[in-house]
């Protein structure tokens, strides 16, 4: 059973509240996961893991069963800044002042966020299966609009995406998961089951498209002052991507996060964009050569 001895919990972040499971004994490890999931992305990894690590696999705001919050015009709630600030006063909540992460998709891109702006919080960092968000547009060709055609349907004025996916969220889950590499095969039942039932939820649809308007809009603004400033993620950085997937296609992911990091390494692995759930044996050796690396 997945997650069998996790303990569930709910933390109030600012101005939402964080769901999550924690387990596990040793240096504590942030798990984030992207769209459209929730923490039972690491449920064929986080038995293992927390053998090492104490583990604590949250929901990202707007997603699953954490909180939904209002939004404004600027998209600023569901900015990279503030879902980062959220799971960095969850950290601090259980006492971990600096953490190790690793974050897939959606959270890879919450994690690059946080690295910047808590710079003393995260020790080291493993992103998957993304590059930079401000290069992914500013590359942006038809091959990649394509493929990750959501990217640009979610950022839609509102209430259009919302109306649309509203009137079948677990069509939209299937379809989106399901034009990836590996189909729907690698995901269990019961979490596809999950994934369909928390999008179906009231405002999960629109804190989802707020997630991505952030990512066209507000977050790039972000993006572009670090930039302009010269600041890059300090800790050691570990970038992983499916060989089989999107990021692999269009995209020099190594060459990428070396314009915005000081420390980076990482290959490709043998599967496509859902890491966690199509290479987690390969993941969880990467994730334990690389986290404990550190002398405690």
């Known amino acids: 059973m997945a997650f069998e001895n996790f303990t569930p919990f709910h933390v109030v972040a600012g101005d939402t ?22 923490h039972l992305i690491w449920a064929r990894c986080a038995a293992q893991l927390a053998e090492h690590f104490t583990v604590i696999a949250t929901d990202l705001r707007g997603y699953g069963a954490s909180g939904k919050p209002a939004s404004d015009s600027a998209h600023t709630p569901y900015s990279k800044r503030a879902m980062a600030a959220d799971q960095v006063a969850l950290m601090r909540h259980f006492g971990f002042e600096r953490f190790l992460v690793c974050a897939h998709d959606r959270g890879a891109r919450v994690a690059h966020r946080m690295a910047l702006d808590h ?51 677990a069509a939209y889950v299937d379809a989106v998961m399901g034009s990836r590499h590996a189909g729907l095969a690698p995901f269990e039942p019961a979490s596809l089951a999950a994934y369909r039932m928390a999008l179906a939820q009231p405002d999960a649809v629109h804190a989802m498209c707020e997630d991505y308007r952030a990512s066209a809009s507000i977050d790039l603004e972000h ?21 089989k997937g999107v990021i692999e296609k269009c995209f020099d992911a190594l060459a990428e996060w070396r314009l915005v990091a000081r420390d980076v390494s990482g290959r490709s692995l043998p599967c496509g964009h859902y890491i966690p759930e199509e290479a987690p044996e390969e993941l969880v050796a990467e994730m334990l050569s690389f ?4 002398e405690q």
């Open 223 to 243: 993006d572009r002052a670090d930039i302009e400033r010269g600041h890059k993620i300090a800790c050691p950085l570990r970038v992983l991507w499916g060989d």
């Open 17 to 38: 509240d964080i769901f999550g499971v924690k387990g596990g004994a040793g240096p504590p490890l942030l798990l984030l996961h992207g769209h459209p999931q929730s």
């Open 119 to 169: 710079a003393d919080a995260v020790e080291r960092l493993m992103l998957l299966d993304i590059a930079p968000t401000l290069a992914m547009y500013e590359a942006t060709n038809r091959a990649f609009a394509t493929h990750y055609f959501h990217w640009f349907f979610l950022i839609q004025p509102e209430p259009l995406p919302e109306t649309l996916i509203g009137a079948n969220p």
């Open 291 to 294: 986290f404990e690396a550190i």
